[in-house]
């Protein structure tokens, strides 16, 4: 069982990894169909927004 534990280590390391990986892609996935990212047609909306504070000088 001893020569086992590094294995099983790094074997729940990896899928760990693979499910953060998989929980990324879930949510940008919906969020790009639910509206939470707008990934085209967003920078006009920034460029307005970012006007009104400008730094007086």
Known sequence: M???L???ITLAG???LFLAILFVFALVIGAMFFGGIEFTGGSMD???SATPFRLAA
Do not use: I, K, Y
Request: no cysteine.
């Open 2 to 4: 001893a020569s086992r």
């Open 6 to 8: 590094p294995f099983l």
């Open 14 to 16: 990896v899928a760990v």
């Open 46 to 48: 920034a460029g307005a």
